[in-house]
């Protein structure tokens, strides 16, 4: 068996060219060559807290994770799957990478003990409830 080269002469390669000297080498490359993303992030206050709800379709809540150092709050995920495929003697092995990284400054007047966090139909919620304010005591004193 021996290879031939074929070139399709109905597509004219100096559209290629023009593309590549407009464009550039990125032209040529595959769309998605970083497999980083953000997600969309929507963030209430109410009263008495402040509620973030984070888009992770497709996310497991085990790949997942909320970490609080000081007052930055921090979203993240790091995902690697393989698949595989053995037929005869045809082996195929792809990996796929995908992380995130969201990060967001906490107000001094929240409590860092009761933040929660629950996963459902590829949404994060996260809590994070406003410290109780005490109220001012407004007192008379006799003076003797």
């Known amino acids: 068996m021996s290879l031939i080269a074929y070139r399709n002469k109905m597509i004219n390669p100096g559209i290629f060219n023009f593309l ?9 490359k595959p769309a ?20 973030l709800e984070v888009a992770v379709p ?12 000081e007052n930055l709050l921090t979203i993240s995920s790091k995902i690697k799957e393989e698949s595989g495929e053995v037929k005869d003697d ?9 992380s995130f ?5 906490i107000p001094e007047d929240t409590d860092e003990n009761k933040i929660e966090a ?5 949404v994060l919620f996260i809590t994070i409830p406003k410290k109780e304010e005490k109220p001012t005591i407004k007192k008379l004193i006799k003076i003797a």
Do not use: Q
């Open 20 to 28: 590549n000297d407009v464009i550039g080498d990125e032209f040529m």
């Open 118 to 122: 629950k996963h459902e139909d590829g």
């Open 101 to 105: 990284e969201r990060s967001f400054t």
């Open 90 to 98: 045809f082996k195929r092995r792809e990996f796929s990478y995908a």
């Open 32 to 51: 998605i060559s970083n497999n980083t993303f953000s997600p969309a992030v929507n963030v209430r206050e109410t009263e008495k807290s402040f509620e």
């Open 58 to 69: 497709g996310l497991k809540k085990k790949d997942i994770n909320i970490d609080l150092n």
